[in-house]
């Protein structure tokens, strides 16, 4: 256990329904990442956090996706309109700060129908 | 700007033997990498990292990795596989150029283990 909690764990919905996913941080790790995981490939980076600062988006995150951080605590990403090709699994995780080892969360897998 | 390539997408050997992972980086300035395995439905865990203190670098289960400068790489290795070692591994890199020491993952190795 990492300590960094995803919910949900599974989800099913279907295509054009928004979904939002949240992460629960180590309480002092500042720097928070999402990522998105497909079958057979490595973790893409979405999108991260220093403290409540969205410092840095990839190019992977359309307009349809949002991403917050209220107070550095926890964080939602939320996917508006979703397509069958945002199924995938979406990862959170954390660093204590530069260039320090990755703490992630279980993933939520999303299922668009 | 940094990436990672894992050469195999699919490992597979007997148990007690050697396993072998390969891994190679691109990094504009020197590298943080790291090496993570991850179960079914579960999210990555850390096995072992380097940070520049030491260019062989030892981690949990018994894996361990070597640094490699002239050779941009950082392959992980075991003596002797166990069936528990079945899993996917990635490689990571984590640079500061540009300042965001974001890491970045390799496409993974499938580890087979057979009995």
């Known amino acids: 256990d990492t300590g960094v909690s995803q919910d949900p764990r599974h989800k099913i919905t279907k295509r054009g329904q928004n979904v939002t996913f949240r992460c629960d941080p180590i309480?002092?790790?500042?720097?928070l990442y999402w990522y998105r995981q497909t079958l057979g490939q490595g973790p893409e980076f979405l999108t991260y956090f220093q403290n409540e600062a969205q410092l840095e988006k990839s190019r992977l995150l359309s307009d349809r996706f949002s991403a917050e951080r209220p107070k550095g605590s926890f964080s939602t990403l939320e996917i508006q309109r979703t397509e069958q090709g945002d199924s995938a699994m979406y990862l959170c995780?954390?660093?204590?700060?530069?260039?320090?080892?990755?703490?992630f969360g279980q993933g939520t897998r999303l299922t668009v129908v | 700007a940094q990436s990672v390539t894992q050469l195999g997408s699919h490992v597979s050997v007997s148990e007690g033997a050697l396993v072998l992972l390969r891994c190679n980086y691109s990094?504009?300035?020197?590298?943080?990498l790291f090496w993570y395995v991850q179960y079914p439905n579960q999210g990555l865990q850390l096995l072992l990292k380097y940070t520049s203190a030491a260019t062989l670098v030892k981690g949990i289960n018994g894996f361990e990795a070597e640094f490699k400068k002239s050779e941009t790489s950082f392959h992980l290795t075991k003596p002797s596989a166990h069936m528990s070692d079945a899993a996917e591994y990635f490689c990571a890199v984590s640079d500061g150029a540009g300042g965001s020491y974001i890491p970045t993952f390799g496409r993974g190795t499938s580890l087979i283990v057979h009995p």
């Open positions: 309480s002092e790790h500042n720097r």
């Open positions: 995780a954390q660093t204590r700060g530069t260039g320090t080892e990755a703490f």
């Open positions: 990094s504009s300035v020197p590298p943080y």
